[in-house]
């Protein structure tokens, strides 16, 4: 519906352009032939003024015409090089997806046990999970993220995470003391 309305009202900006420009050059060339016939040089120069204004007007009608012509044209450009490097991007199998999303959610898994093991994140834990799920989304994109030791990414992960909840005064989780 978007594209349509665009679409709609650039073609309804197109017409109301041409029509204004030919208006504008039919009123300039009577303009024209008037202040030419006219006999007195007041009239002459008040003719003149208004053909002045009115060619301005029909030149800055024809303008934007040409520069909407170039924009529209640039869109289209820009449409169908996104458009080919869409189709250049390779797509990850669905069972590579699916394996993606098995260790991604084995990752986060783990790093949350650890952040709720050691930390009292009943205050911090949306800013926590935001966050390690950004970090996440970041290592996942590495093109080695399905066969790196899944306990190296935990170790990573954690340590980011562990980091941010103390920058933010995340509160450590009490522990028993020792009854050695």
Partial sequence: MFMSDAAERAERHGRILAELSELGLA??????????????????????LAFHRISRSVRQSLALEARLERERERDAREAARAAAAEAQTPRPEPEVLRALARRKAEVR??????????????????????????????????ETFLFDPIEHQVR?????????????????????????
């Fill in 27 to 48: 009123l300039a060339r009577k303009l024209q032939a008037a202040a030419v016939a006219a006999q007195e040089p007041k009239v002459a120069a008040e003719l003149g």
């Fill in 109 to 142: 898994d783990r790093v949350e046990r650890l952040a709720w093991a050691e930390f009292d994140l009943e205050d911090a834990e949306d800013e926590a999970l935001e966050f390690l799920e950004t970090q996440l989304d970041a290592l996942a994109r590495s």
């Fill in 156 to 180: 990573r992960l954690w340590s980011q995470l562990e980091r941010q909840l103390n920058a933010a005064g995340a509160e450590p989780e009490a522990k028993p003391p020792n009854s050695s």
